[in-house]
């Protein structure tokens, strides 16, 4: 038997502080060499495309894989539990929802351990779906005092700086132009479908710390090679992924601008192999991608307060 979570499960069982939690522990292991993680890889086909992506706990006793299948515009995703003990199929859990609260997750781990601790200011590109969760992790690791959002919609923008306001209980102010979500914020957040940069390098001050989290395709960038150049640490979830999948970093390091040598493990940073911000000035940046480990992590969470209240149904398989 293994237990199916439908997506409204999911809404009522993970939560940020959670998905912080469990992301960040499973980093630490990847960094330790105690999880394993493959690389996105995608099937096209003439309406869409199919991802797989796939990782292993064996301290947590799971190993799974996230799939999804992005048609005509229209995406679905699943994520699969095994048990590492006996292969058995533990869980099917419908994970959008999951995903863009561990997508958020993700940029909130890397701004605990790279932005200034007296980060209070956020600029914020992207006013979709996925911006809302980015808000929230780094709300949840920084006492943030005002959020400036920028979105080529004006009407869209404005209405996502009011929603968040009322979740976030901090200043979510709707801004005209680029320069202003950048000039004089500590963390800037890119989190959009863009294919070309959304700002000049040029803007970054010293002692901001950037979470490029928007693309994970080499024909997508949101950063340009200036904001690379003048990046002192450059930190990816993988090296092995972000040579693949990073647009924001291929072009870059081809072009001489920097170098795959220079980079370091997101995991690696948790467990303390590698260093986390070491000084004030530093301009810090976060190429996110998505780990699968950090998809399973999310879900053994879910899976395991599924059984602690009883939610889900049982679904007879490999009997």
């Not at 993680?37 to 199919?50: A, E, H, K, M, S």
């Not at 994970?216 to 090679?225: G, I, M, P, S, Y």
Request: overall charge neutral.
């Amino acid at each position: 038997m293994a237990l199916l979570l439908r997506e409204h499960e999911v809404e009522r069982l993970l939560d940020m502080p959670t998905a912080l939690e469990a992301v960040e522990e499973v980093l630490r292991q990847h960094g330790m060499g105690q999880a394993s993680n493959q690389p996105r890889r995608r099937i096209f086909v003439p309406n869409g495309t199919l991802h797989v992506m796939s990782g292993g706990m064996p301290g947590w006793g799971m190993m799974g894989l996230k799939a999804y299948a992005a048609v005509k515009g229209k995406v679905r995703f699943v994520v699969l539990l095994f048990s590492t003990e006996t292969g058995e199929l533990l869980a099917l859990i419908e994970a959008d929802r999951l995903g863009q609260i561990r997508t958020g997750a993700a940029s909130g781990v890397a701004t605990k351990y790279l932005a200034r601790a007296d980060a209070g200011v956020v600029g914020i590109f992207g006013t979709g779906w996925q911006a809302q969760t980015q808000l929230q992790a780094v709300c949840a690791v920084r006492t943030i005092r005002e959020v400036r959002v920028y979105g080529r919609d004006v009407e869209r923008r404005t209405r996502f700086g009011a929603d968040m306001e009322k979740r976030l209980g901090c200043a979510v102010r709707p801004v005209g132009s680029p320069d202003q979500a950048v000039k004089g914020s500590d963390v800037i957040i890119t989190i959009t479908s863009s294919k070309e940069p959304v700002f000049d390098g040029r803007l970054l001050e010293r002692g901001q710390h950037l979470n490029v989290a928007g693309s994970n395709t080499t024909q997508k960038r949101e950063v340009d090679d200036e904001a690379v150049r003048r990046a002192d640490r450059i930190v990816v979830d993988q090296i092995e992924d972000a040579q693949i999948e990073s647009g924001d970093l291929v072009g870059p390091v081809q072009r001489g601008i920097t170098a795959w040598e220079r980079m370091d493990e997101l995991g690696a940073v948790v467990c303390g192999k590698a260093p986390g911000r070491a000084r004030p000035d530093e301009i810090t940046l976060f190429k996110s991608n998505g780990l699968a480990i950090e998809d399973v992590a999310a879900a053994c969470k879910v899976l395991e307060r599924a059984k602690a209240q009883g939610i889900g149904t049982q679904v007879p398989i490999f009997a």
